[in-house]
């Protein structure tokens, strides 16, 4: 049995309300080199769909890449001439003999270290980075509104900020204001202790 062919002029296929055709056939049509089964008339919900033009296109070799590389050197310029004329805040030579006091965390383990420094090592090191991380887990579940603006989000707001804002805390007084046994120095002042 041979396939329907489809209706070649508009006034060949059916409309509603007799503004625009409607095609009810259910063969497959090929529109722009894609097949559909239907087309449905009105505007996409995304808008009109606007087919890019020659001109609008950029290449990404050269215009593109140019442009990062230049940046790049640029960047890596003005490094290059901040370390040349300032001296890096460095210490003597690692002496493996010799403990500093304080021996501070890298700064991203600051807080981490301060927590340390007031709790029991399994509740520090252990409990309470498993209870952030399984609260964090958990805060969708929580928080269950269905928009996405954070006016919105009441909850995961302001657990988030609170939790942030603490490590935060954390992290700047483990990072600058802990000096000798480490006891508290603010970072303005030079302490004089055994280094």
């Known amino acids: 049995m041979p396939e329907p062919k489809p209706p070649t002029a508009e006034a060949d ?15 497959p049509t090929v529109i722009r080199g894609k097949r559909v089964l239907g087309v449905v008339p009105g505007k996409p919900v995304a808008g009109e769909r606007k087919e890019p033009a020659d001109d609008d296109m950029v290449m990404v070799w050269p215009h593109l890449l ?6 790049t050197l640029a960047t890596m310029l003005v ?19 010799l403990t500093p006091n304080p021996e501070k965390a890298p ?15 399994l509740v520090a090191g252990v409990l309470i980075p498993g209870a952030i991380i399984v609260g964090l887990i958990a805060l969708p ?7 996405l603006q954070p006016k919105h989000r009441k909850v995961a707001t302001t657990a988030f900020t609170a939790f942030i804002i603490i490590w935060l805390i954390l992290t700047i007084v483990g990072f600058a204001f802990r000096g000798p046994n480490w006891g508290w120095v603010w970072p303005w002042e030079e302490w004089h202790g055994e280094l």
């Open 141 to 147: 579940y929580i928080d269950r509104s269905t928009y």
């Open 13 to 27: 296929m059916p409309t509603t309300s007799g503004e625009t055709p409607v095609e009810l056939s259910p063969t």
């Open 107 to 121: 700064w991203y383990f600051a807080a981490l270290q301060e927590l340390l420094a007031h709790f029991h090592p």
């Open 66 to 71: 140019v442009r990062h590389a230049v940046a």
């Open 79 to 97: 490094v290059l001439i901040i370390a040349m004329l300032f001296d890096a805040p460095l210490r003597d030579v690692a002496n493996p003999t």
